[in-house]
Nanobody, 124 residues
Framework: QLQLVESGGGLVQTGDSLRLSCIAS????????LAWFRQAPGKERKFVAA????????NYAGSVEGRFTISRDNDRNTAYLQMNNLKPEDTAVYYC?????????????????WGQGTQVTVSS
């Protein structure tokens, strides 16, 4: 029903910035809460940030708060994750996810739709 495709990952150095995009196709994009998760090699998937359908409410993991900004453009059916002051600890595959339930949750099991992921690598 809803397809999500991430892009914008790459190889950067400590302190650099990167913006990820999540392009959605399908109906009622503006009804979904959207979130970003990340998974480092050999680690469990972790919450990064979430945004409600209107874009007026956001939640961030403590490890990225103040450095990352989640946003959305409902006219373009796109969500973004602006990542500033990147650190090696940010290295992971980043996934976008969507939830029609209405909550801005940090629990991955809430989200019904997932993208394929985009790799972010931060070197020292």
């Amino acid at each position: 029903q809803l397809q999500l495709v991430e892009s914008g990952g790459g190889l950067v150095q400590t302190g650099d910035s990167l913006r990820l995009s999540c392009i959605a196709s399908g109906l009622t994009f503006s009804s979904y809460a959207l979130a970003w998760f990340r998974q480092a090699p050999g680690k469990e998937r972790k919450f990064v940030a979430a945004i409600n359908p209107s874009g007026g409410r956001t939640n961030y993991a403590g490890s990225v708060e103040g450095r990352f900004t989640i946003s959305r453009d409902n006219d373009r059916n796109t969500a973004y994750l602006q990542m500033n002051n990147l650190k090696p600890e940010d290295t992971a595959v980043y996934y976008c996810a969507a939830d029609l339930g209405g909550y801005v949750s940090n629990w991955d099991q809430v989200y019904e739709y997932w993208g394929q992921g985009t790799q972010v690598t931060v070197s020292s």
